[in-house]
């Protein structure tokens, strides 16, 4: 079972980052323990520990991924720098392919592995590729992690990212509530891929259950952002009964706002996706995106740092834990704080503290399960 960072609404609007509980208690601890360490600090060689952590390596990290250029995964990358800095290594590599291409994500790995990288955090978008570069590293003492996209019958650590299948289910039901019958389109970057087709099976089951009278139409956008709202735009051009333009990945979502917002559809269809790039927040600002849903690719990152370094720090004893970096509609309704801080956090260009709100809305209330 994954440990959810968060799940609602009103509690990511109004914490934003780590204070959130649940899957980020060990990032609680570990800030804990390092107060006093200057942001950007590093230490050099054996030149002492972080906090009260003892001397450790420069442990070198590599991250693995599938879109190394993508704007989504700028967050990523920033938490993944900041908990370098606040742990006192070097920032990790950040390799892989660019648009999608397996055979380059698993070479980059396979480099990782040869180079006797210190730890590991992949992006498994494909079931087989990375199998046995899992069981290589793991047989070299080198800790692996997922990210982002997870994979039946591998063998990583942990997983961090968000339940995918869970979060399209959820979407579907969001979409059921606007559109009962006719046709939608859903915009997908990577038919297949592990990181968003559990997102497109979601809506499928979600709507066959809630509005079976409605029509997916999937539109396969592409790996690269420079052709999703081309791909977007010819799918409409040959579908304009749509009720509704979706997206199940982040630059495919920013293309549906700019389709809508430029054929004058506000208001006339209903829009959706994922994840937080500046022409979605737009979107969802004018009412051209009904909404769309944040998965904490800051603590993607950060988290994936944190979670090898304890475990390399510990001799293995702070085993990883499996973290849902949750799901948040973001709607116009709360798209207020997204847009204004602009923050490093949601992939802003600002690093500035952010005020806290003068009270904190009640999350729902606590479910055990046994």
Same mark, same amino acid.
């Given at each position: 079972?994954?440990?959810?960072?968060?799940?609602?609404?009103?509690?990511?609007?109004?914490?934003?980052?780590?204070? =959130?509980?649940?899957? =980020? %208690?060990?990032?609680? %601890? $570990?800030?804990?323990?390092?107060?006093?360490?200057?942001?950007?600090?590093?230490?050099?060689?054996?030149?002492?520990?972080?906090?009260?952590?003892?001397?450790?390596?420069?442990?070198?990290? +590599?991250? +693995? /991924?599938? @879109?190394?250029?993508?704007?989504?995964?700028?967050?990523?990358?920033?938490?993944?720098?900041?908990?370098?800095?606040?742990?006192?290594?070097?920032?990790?590599?950040?390799?892989?392919?660019?648009?999608?291409?397996?055979?380059?994500? *698993?070479? *980059?790995?396979?480099?990782? @592995?040869?180079?006797?990288?210190?730890?590991?955090?992949?992006?498994?978008?494909? /079931? /087989?590729?990375?199998?046995?570069?899992?069981?290589?590293?793991?047989?070299?003492?080198?800790? @692996?992690?997922?990210? /982002?996209?997870? *994979?039946?019958?591998?063998?990583?650590?942990?997983?961090?990212?968000?339940?995918?299948?869970?979060?399209?289910?959820?979407?579907?039901?969001?979409?059921?509530?606007d559109v009962k019958s006719g046709r939608i389109l859903v915009g997908i970057s990577q038919p297949g891929g592990n990181n968003v087709q559990p997102r497109l099976d979601g809506i499928i089951d979600a709507l066959k259950q809630a509005a079976p009278g409605?029509?997916?139409?999937?539109?396969?956008?592409?790996?690269?952002? *420079?052709?999703?709202?081309?791909?977007?735009?010819?799918?409409?051009?040959?579908?304009?009964?749509?009720?509704?333009?979706?997206?199940? #990945? =982040?630059?495919?979502?920013?293309?549906?706002?700019? $389709?809508?917002?430029?054929?004058?559809?506000?208001?006339? @269809?209903?829009?959706?996706?994922?994840? $937080?790039?500046?022409?979605?927040? #737009?979107?969802? #600002?004018?009412? =051209?995106?009904?909404?769309?849903?944040?998965?904490?690719?800051?603590?993607?990152?950060?988290?994936?740092?944190?979670?090898?370094?304890?475990?390399?720090?510990?001799?293995?004893?702070?085993?990883?834990?499996?973290?849902?970096?949750?799901?948040?509609?973001?709607?116009?309704?709360?798209?207020?704080?997204?847009?204004?801080?602009d923050s490093k956090f949601e992939g802003g260009s600002k690093s500035d503290l952010i005020n806290m709100p003068s009270s904190i809305p009640l999350p729902p209330a606590t479910v055990l399960t046994r």
């Open positions: 079972m994954m440990t959810d960072v968060t799940s609602t609404t009103s509690r990511r609007a109004a914490l934003k980052f780590l204070g =959130a509980g649940g899957g =980020a %208690a060990a990032a609680g %601890a $570990l800030l804990a323990a390092c107060t006093g360490v200057q942001e950007g600090q590093q230490q050099q060689q054996g030149g002492g520990g972080t906090g009260r952590f003892p001397d450790t390596p420069d442990w070198r990290f +590599v991250f +693995v /991924n599938h @879109v190394t250029t993508n704007s989504f995964f700028v967050p990523t990358r920033t938490g993944m720098a900041d908990a370098a800095a606040l742990l006192g290594i070097p920032e990790p590599q950040w390799t892989g392919s660019e648009n999608g291409n397996v055979p380059q994500m *698993a070479a *980059a790995m396979k480099t990782a @592995v040869d180079n006797n990288a210190d730890g590991i955090a992949v992006a498994l978008t494909d /079931n /087989n590729a990375f199998v046995q570069l899992t069981k290589d590293a793991l047989g070299k003492g080198i800790p @692996v992690v997922a990210y /982002n996209a997870n *994979a039946a019958n591998n063998f990583p650590l942990a997983y961090i990212g968000q339940d995918l299948y869970l979060s399209g289910f959820q979407m579907g039901q969001r979409i059921a509530n409605v029509t997916v139409q999937s539109v396969n956008t592409g790996a690269e952002q *420079a052709g999703e709202l081309n791909a977007m735009t010819a799918a409409y051009t040959g579908a304009p009964d749509a009720q509704g333009i979706y997206a199940v #990945d =982040a630059g495919s979502t920013e293309a549906c706002a700019k $389709l809508i917002t430029d054929r004058g559809l506000t208001g006339k @269809v209903h829009g959706g996706g994922f994840d $937080l790039l500046k022409g979605t927040i #737009d979107g969802v #600002d004018s009412g =051209a995106l009904d909404f769309t849903i944040d998965q904490s690719p800051y603590l993607q990152g950060f988290l994936s740092v944190l979670y090898l370094y304890l475990f390399r720090l510990s001799g293995t004893l702070v085993f990883p834990p499996n973290t849902n970096t949750g799901l948040t509609f973001v709607t116009k309704q709360n798209i207020g704080p997204y847009k204004s801080a």
